[in-house]
C-alpha cells in the first residue's frame, strides 16, 4: 500500500472511531445521576484508572463518559458527564427534578476525589429556532446551573465557568428534537 493510501485509510479510522466515541456517549437523565458515576466520570485520569477498596484491595473503576481505547484523542480529552437537565420550556430555569441532579452532581464535586477539580458547564440545545437565541439560551441554562451550584452548594466561583454551545454539539444529529441534544454537559478541565 503507497504511504498516501496509508495516511488516507489511518485518518479514516480516527475520524471513525472519534464518530463512535460522540455516539458511544451516554446522557444521564435525571434519575439516574449518582455522585459515584460522577466521580467516575470526571475524576482526572490518573485517579479514574485505578482505585481502592476499603480493605485496600486496589481495583479498576469504571468511566460512564465513554472515551475509545487506544486512541490519542482518547488520552488527551477531558473527563466529561452529560446530565439531561430540564428547564421549563424556552427558558433558563431549573425544574425540581434538575435541581435533585445539580444536588448529587454538586455532592460529587466536593468529593476528595474533585475537591481541586476546575469545571466547565456547557449548555446545548436543540437546531429546532433560531441559531443565535439557541446559542444565548444554552449560555443562560450553562449559567443558571453554575448559579445553582454556588448559591445552593458553596461551590467556590473560580472552580465553575460556563459557556453556551448552541445547538453546536449534537449527540443525535439525525433527531433534531432528541432531548439528549438539550442537556449540560459537565467537563473537568485538565490542569
Given at each position: 500500500m ?27 437523565r ?9 466521580i467516575?466520570a ?9 482505585a481502592?477498596s ?22 488527551a ?7 439531561l437537565?430540564t ?7 431549573l ?95 485538565p490542569?
Amino acid at each position: 500500500m503507497k504511504l498516501p493510501s496509508k495516511i488516507a485509510t489511518l485518518a479514516f479510522a480516527a475520524l471513525l472511531a472519534a464518530g463512535t466515541a460522540q455516539a458511544q456517549e451516554k446522557v444521564l437523565r435525571e434519575g439516574q445521576v449518582t455522585q459515584q458515576a460522577l466521580i467516575d466520570a470526571l475524576a482526572p485520569a490518573a485517579a479514574a484508572s485505578s482505585a481502592e477498596s476499603a480493605d485496600g484491595t486496589r481495583t479498576r473503576s469504571f468511566r460512564p463518559a465513554v472515551r475509545v481505547a487506544g486512541t490519542a484523542a482518547a488520552a488527551a480529552a477531558p473527563a466529561r458527564a452529560n446530565i439531561l437537565v430540564t428547564f421549563v420550556t424556552n427558558s433558563a430555569d431549573l425544574t425540581v427534578g434538575a435541581k435533585k441532579a445539580l444536588d448529587v452532581l454538586a455532592g460529587a464535586m466536593k468529593s476528595d476525589k474533585l475537591s481541586t477539580v476546575k469545571f466547565t458547564i456547557e449548555g446545548h440545545a436543540d437546531p429546532r429556532g433560531n441559531e443565535d437565541a439557541n446559542l444565548k439560551l444554552s449560555q443562560a441554562r450553562a449559567e443558571s446551573v453554575r448559579e445553582y451550584l454556588l448559591a445552593s452548594h458553596g461551590v467556590a466561583a473560580e472552580r465553575v465557568t460556563a459557556v453556551g454551545k448552541g445547538s453546536s454539539a449534537l449527540m443525535k444529529p439525525n433527531e433534531p428534537a432528541a432531548a439528549e441534544n438539550r442537556r449540560v454537559t459537565i467537563v473537568a478541565n485538565p490542569g
